[in-house]
T-cell receptor, first 115, second 114 residues
Framework: AQSVAQPEDQVNVAEGNPLTVKCTYS??????LFWYVQYPNRGLQFLLK??????LVKGSYGFEAEFNKSQTSFHLKKPSALVSDSALYFC?????????????FGTGTRLLVSP | DSGVTQTPKHLITATGQRVTLRCSPR?????VYWYQQSLDQGLQFLIQ???????AKGNILERFSAQQFPDLHSELNLSSLELGDSALYFC?????????????FGPGTRLTVL
C-alpha cells in the first residue's frame, strides 16, 4: 500500500521565520501528493497538490511544497510564518492498490508559531 | 466555510446503540467521502459515494453503513456502537469522483460512546 510519513509530531517556529513541515512518501509508480491543514474545531482544508509537472507547487495562504523524487519527499514550506498558521498539517497520498482510489493521510504535524 | 454541512455537531450515546450522521455536500458536488479521525487510528478513509452509487470502500466496519440519496446528501449509520467508535467523523465532497480533485471537508461530528 502507498503511505506517507510525517516524522515530526510538532514543529515550533517564531513568527516571521521560514517554516518547513516534512513529509516522505512510499509509493509504487508516480505519486499524487497532497497537503491539508486542520484548524482547531474545523474540518480539513486543502492547501496544495502535486500530480505532475513542476517540482515546486504553490498553494493557498502562501504555502508551497517541493516534490523531490530522489529523496521521496514532499515537504511543505512557507518563507515567513504567521501566528495564524498554527494548526495541524496532514500530508496525504493517493492509494490505488486496492482497486479504487483513496487518500491515505499521514499522522499529522502540529505547527506552533510563536509571536 | 467549506460549504459542506454536517449534523449533528456532537453526539453522545451508549454502547450498543445506533446513530445516524448526516452530510450535505457543497452545491454541485457529486462525490461524498466519509472519514474517521481518532487518536489511535489517525485519519482513516471509510467510504465514498459518487452520484448515489458507492465508488470506493475503505476501512469501514461491517457495523457501519452509508448511502447517498438522490438529492446528494449522505448518511453514515453506525450500529452496535462500541467505546472504540468514539471519534470525529468527517464528511468531504468534491466535484467529481477522482481522488485528486480537491476535497472540501465539513466541520465534523464528534461521537462519544459511553
Amino acid at each position: 500500500a502507498q503511505s506517507v510519513a510525517q516524522p515530526e509530531d510538532q514543529v515550533n517556529v517564531a513568527e516571521g521565520n521560514p517554516l518547513t513541515v516534512k513529509c516522505t512518501y512510499s509509493v509504487s509508480g508516480n505519486p499524487y501528493l497532497f497537503w491539508y491543514v486542520q484548524y482547531p474545531n474545523r474540518g480539513l482544508q486543502f492547501l496544495l497538490k502535486y500530480i505532475t509537472g513542476d517540482n515546486l507547487v504553490k498553494g493557498s495562504y502562501g504555502f508551497e511544497a517541493e516534490f523531490n523524487k530522489s529523496q521521496t519527499s514532499f515537504h511543505l514550506k512557507k518563507p515567513s510564518a504567521l501566528v495564524s498558521d498554527s494548526a495541524l498539517y496532514f500530508c496525504a497520498v493517493r492509494d490505488i492498490t486496492e482497486g479504487f482510489q483513496k487518500l491515505v493521510f499521514g499522522t499529522g504535524t502540529r505547527l506552533l508559531v510563536s509571536p | 466555510d467549506s460549504g459542506v454541512t454536517q449534523t449533528p455537531k456532537h453526539l453522545i450515546t451508549a454502547t450498543g446503540q445506533r446513530v445516524t450522521l448526516r452530510c450535505s455536500p457543497r452545491s454541485g458536488d457529486l462525490s461524498v467521502y466519509w472519514y474517521q479521525q481518532s487518536l489511535d487510528q489517525g485519519l482513516q478513509f471509510l467510504i465514498q459515494y459518487y452520484n448515489g452509487e458507492e465508488r470506493a470502500k475503505g476501512n469501514i466496519l461491517e457495523r457501519f453503513s452509508a448511502q447517498q440519496f438522490p438529492d446528494l446528501h449522505s448518511e453514515l449509520n453506525l450500529s452496535s456502537l462500541e467505546l472504540g467508535d468514539s471519534a470525529l467523523y468527517f464528511c468531504a465532497s468534491s466535484v467529481e469522483g477522482a481522488v485528486y480533485n480537491e476535497q472540501f471537508f465539513g466541520p465534523g461530528t464528534r461521537l462519544t460512546v459511553l
